[in-house]
């Protein structure tokens, strides 16, 4: 931890910490997580890309180098008998695609693969190899019930019929996987923002209502 000496104009000190007071009561430690709140909203909205970034609401944004690891778990954890995945390609890619895969529809320029669950992150990792398939803001990947929906640049969102602690389940085993540990159980946590700012940094655990 860091220790942070700032000086603030008082108007904008007692609004501070009036607001904070009425978010987090009068408890410990509230200016230092209301600060360290307002200094990260500070750095996402002028630009730093998070490495990971994980929040309750069943969104994620993912660096390219990670997204086959959580399709992974995702597959693992929600084990779907049916997957199909499908995005829109350029000409370009679909005479790329025509090459590699022997199976797929073309409805327009919309690609559709569906893969056995024991195809699938094989049939990720080639796609993701010869095609930015994770930047592009129509990939929906469909298992079961449960859709992932692509929103470009590593930006995910999960819907469909999955409770809260299933989705906690997928964070866990995730970030175990990746070797990254929290300081909280989530269990059945409904409101919390996990964030990595590179690979090399400390997770930043943001939680409300603990």
């Known amino acids: 931890m860091t220790n942070l000496r700032i000086n603030l104009p008082e108007e904008l000190d007692k609004e501070f910490r009036t607001i904070i007071a009425s978010k987090y009561g009068y408890s410990k430690g509230a200016l230092s997580l209301a600060t360290q709140d307002a200094i990260l909203n500070w750095i996402l909205k002028n630009?730093?890309?998070p490495w990971l970034y994980i929040d309750s609401n069943m969104s994620l944004d993912v660096h390219e180098g990670i997204m086959i690891p959580l399709f992974k778990v995702i597959a693992k954890v929600l084990d779907p008998r049916r997957i199909i995945?499908?995005?829109?390609?350029?000409?370009?890619?679909?005479?790329l695609i025509s090459k590699i895969f022997e199976k797929f529809e073309l409805k327009n320029n919309d690609i559709?693969?569906?893969v056995e669950k024991t195809d699938f992150i094989k049939t990720l990792g080639q796609l993701f190899k010869v095609i930015?398939?994770?930047?592009?803001?129509?990939?929906?990947?469909?298992?079961d019930s449960v859709n992932i929906i692509g929103g470009g640049g590593g930006c995910l969102s999960i819907w469909g019929e999955i409770s809260i602690q299933k989705y906690n389940q997928i964070v866990i085993t995730f970030l175990k996987d990746l070797n990254i540990e929290i300081q909280i159980s989530l269990n059945n946590l409904k409101n919390y923002q996990l964030i990595l700012l590179n690979p090399n940094s400390s997770l930043i655990e943001l939680f409300e209502n603990r």
């Open 132 to 143: 930015k398939v994770q930047e592009k803001p129509s990939l929906l990947i469909e298992l």
């Open 47 to 49: 630009g730093k890309e």
């Open 112 to 114: 559709f693969f569906e």
């Open 85 to 95: 995945i499908s995005f829109s390609a350029s000409l370009d890619e679909i005479e």
